[in-house]
């Protein structure tokens, strides 16, 4: 190797994807070789203390689908990516050493998993490696908000309207050139299987509300039928609180949530949409829901662990339960409520499940059953397509009691079944499920 040349690894983590991607832009034009890394890590698959796997089947398969992707994306710029399984730490590691790295970029993480592989990796390797990290995650990026992250906002509303007034949204990153073949990595990796993973292979449930695939592709089409051929996006406002079929709501978080779609993909094409169609009440919202999600990272990048602590960010304290036999009719859906249990069943049979479930089974976990809300959290983490550790457990908090909603409130269950489900089809649909 000649003393001019550098060689970056680029570390996939939740930005799976090589559109809008700065890390990834970095290496490729700063970098004479450059090679992909993506570990999945032993850790996702470990088994709770209350007796289901940290990752279930619906996810591992969306990843494993989304990883495919990456891997011929990248090919087209004549990038390998290393695929592994073991510890991040470990493996990376390795091909650090084994390739005499010079730089490595990645997207910057800051919850404790995550902080401390990295914290690790810096110990072994600084400052003979250079490390390059990037907040690619948000919409709104911390350099660009009107405030510092220690006074943000409590309360979504007064974060948004200072967004709005005070910053515009970067445009994408532009696209990565390719690389020359000759520089590439002469090695092939295969992402493992369903099976290799250790999960039985299933079927998807012909009634899902999510019947799509992982990836940045599926991600695309996504965003092409619910924008340019169907138009539902101007009526998203209208249905978002729907609870049946893949149109009632966009349906794009769990591209967002593993990265294999950027918040500004998304916030740009919804504005050309505006432009050349239609702008309305509906479009807008879409953009507040962006904003949400941003709004909970910033959560929990001000808090850090606090969002995983039983009194919450606000350290109010309740009288919780973990009574494991209770806890288990609330997951297997056999409460006394059959809109909650229809939802959980919901969420058991296809990995999703509608905002207005979500709001509702956890309200009543931690409301009415007075459950520890982290069990409720846990259990959504392990089986949620669109899991994302920040609007997770920001939402789960919020609904709790320990969050950021200032009016403290709980949902009446039945009250919600007849306003949103007022004929019972989506009650039946799931209960009668529970058979099969």
């Known amino acids: 190797m000649r003393n001019t040349e550098k060689i970056g690894i680029v570390w996939f983590r939740n930005d799976l994807r090589v559109t809008d991607h700065h890390a990834l832009l ?14 999945l890590d032993d850790t996702l698959f470990a088994p709770t203390p209350w007796g289901f796997k940290k990752t279930k089947e619906f996810r591992v398969q969306f990843l494993v689908e989304t990883l495919r992707q990456l891997q011929q994306d990248l090919d087209q710029l004549n990038i390998t990516l290393i695929i592994e399984t073991g510890t991040p730490v470990t493996r990376l590691s390795h091909w650090i050493t084994t390739l005499s790295c010079t730089d490595l970029f990645f997207q910057k993480e800051w919850t404790p998993e995550e902080t401390e592989v990295e914290n690790q990796l810096g110990l072994k390797f600084k400052p003979t490696v250079k490390f390059h990290s990037y907040y690619d995650q948000f919409l709104v990026p911390p350099d660009d908000l009107p405030f510092k992250v220690e006074a943000l906002p409590k309360v979504f509303s007064e974060f948004r309207k200072a967004i709005e007034k005070f910053t515009a949204v970067r445009p994408c990153q532009p696209f990565s050139n390719p690389k020359p073949k000759e520089n590439r990595l002469d090695l092939s990796f295969s992402v493992p299987s369903l099976e290799a993973l250790g999960f039985s292979l299933f079927t998807q449930h012909s009634q899902s509300a999510f019947p799509f695939k992982g990836g ?8 092409h039928s619910y924008f340019w051929e169907t138009r539902k996006v101007s009526y998203y406002k209208k249905t978002r609180n729907g609870l049946i079929g893949k149109e009632y709501s966009s349906k794009f978080s769990p591209w967002l949530a593993n990265g294999s779609l950027s918040a500004r ?14 702008k309305n009440e509906s479009t807008y919202w879409l953009v507040f829901e962006l904003y949400w999600r941003d709004f909970f990272k910033y959560v929990s990048l001000k808090h850090g662990n606090s969002i995983f602590k039983l009194e919450g960010i606000l350290g ?14 609330w997951c297997m859906g056999q409460t006394s409520e059959p809109f909650v249990n229809a939802s959980m069943i919901e969420l058991n049979k296809t990995g999703w499940m509608s905002n207005r479930g979500r709001q509702n089974t956890a309200s009543y976990l931690a409301r009415n ?14 089986l949620l397509l669109d899991y994302d550790v920040h609007s997770n457990y920001g939402n789960w908090m919020y609904v709790a009691g320990v969050g950021n909603d200032p009016r403290d409130r709980v949902f009446n269950v039945r009250l919600q079944a007849e306003r949103y489900d007022p004929h019972g089809k989506f009650q039946r649909m799931w209960n009668q499920n529970q058979l099969f």
């Open 26 to 39: 970095a290496a490729t034009a700063t970098c004479s070789q450059v090679v992909a890394f993506y570990c």
């Open 316 to 329: 109010k304290k309740y009288e919780w339960k973990t009574d494991v036999n209770e806890f288990q009719r």
């Open 265 to 278: 993909q998304l916030y740009w094409d919804l504005k050309r949409y505006e432009t050349e169609v239609e």
């Open 216 to 223: 940045s592709k599926a991600a695309l089409e996504r965003i």
């Open 369 to 382: 059953m007075k459950i520890d809300w982290r069990m409720g959290a846990a259990y959504f983490e392990s």
